[in-house]
């Protein structure tokens, strides 16, 4: 476990020492004492917040709005700075799940969320509270990933995966880093761009125009909180110019560029996710699927302005 220090937070870091056996899925441990307030930024993944500690966590949506526990939430959780979470003794097991293998794990689509932030007790019921005992009755980290990750793993088995032309779709998007023109993905995969706009909706919870600003949003921020100038993150990332940049940083976290690069949230990435996965830049697609669309390519894609 690893100490994450930034400015007066302190966390314990844990990381899994194997990757998921679910292609898709990265998690991260953390044991928080005093979890003030910290502001949720946006992410292109499926959150999976299953906490044990003594203390509950809660996130906090404003008014009527405040989930405590462990939670699941959509795509894009705390778009607009609305979102912030606190507590003490906080224990958790964050899952970050890319949202092609998010419906089968959670035996819902992500957009039934509907950008919300839900009880996992609401969508699980009593299989949120065993695993919830479960994990507060092993001390080792490796142990609850590994119970997590067998957990997580079961039930993407057990259900039918998202269809292939929109987990390609979804594919492109995100190794592009969201330079991509969206009307072109229909094209690429045989579809008509109505079929693929809908399906895309229903199956991953987000809209494939709104699944680029967010995935472009994503890298553009952790290069801000790298210490880039706005100016050359702007230019680099595919935004107009830094204006651009700032109005999108402004409309995803409710803060300026500025004052984004140093929330925590994004700053303990480089412990938590080293390999910045679980946006579904490490799902797979495989030999029969590529087959399908010979004329893609998810190792190098075209990135042209969206």
């Known amino acids: 476990m690893q100490t994450f220090e930034h400015g007066a937070v302190v966390w314990d870091v844990a990381c899994p020492q194997r990757p998921s056996r679910v292609a898709g899925l990265t998690m991260a441990g953390f044991r928080i004492r005093e979890l003030d307030a910290l502001r949720m930024v946006p992410h292109p993944a499926v959150t999976l917040l299953l906490e044990f500690g003594p203390a509950s966590p809660v996130l906090d949506g404003g008014p009527g709005r405040q989930q405590r526990g462990s939670i699941v939430a959509g795509p894009g959780l705390g778009s607009g700075g609305a979102v912030r979470a606190r507590g003490e003794n906080v224990e958790c097991v964050q899952v970050r799940l890319s949202p092609v293998i998010a419906r089968a794990i959670l035996g819902t689509s992500p957009a039934d969320l509907d950008g919300a932030v839900v009880s996992l007790g609401d969508l699980w019921g009593r299989e949120a509270s065993r695993i919830r005992e479960q994990l507060g009755e092993i001390s080792s980290w490796q142990d609850r990933f590994a119970l997590t990750d067998a957990l997580l793993a079961r039930r993407h088995e057990a259900r039918p995966p998202v269809d292939p032309e929109v987990a390609w779709a979804w594919h492109r998007i995100v190794v592009s880093r969201g330079l991509i023109r969206v009307d072109g993905l229909a094209a690429e995969v045989g579809w008509s761009r109505k079929r693929l706009w809908s399906l895309f909706r229903s199956q991953l919870g987000l809209p494939p125009k709104r699944a680029v600003k967010l995935v472009r949003f994503d ?41 984004m690069a140093g929330e925590p949230f994004l700053a303990v990435d480089d412990i938590a996710w080293p390999h910045r996965g679980g946006s579904g830049d490490s799902a797979e697609v495989d030999g029969r699927r590529r087959s399908r669309f010979p004329h893609s390519s998810v190792t190098k894609p075209t990135a042209p302005h969206p």
């Open 219 to 259: 890298h553009a921020a952790h290069r801000l909180v790298a210490g880039e100038g706005a100016a050359e993150v702007a230019a680099d990332s595919g935004y107009a110019d830094q204006s651009h940049l700032h109005r999108d940083v402004k409309a995803f976290t409710g803060a300026t560029p500025a004052t």
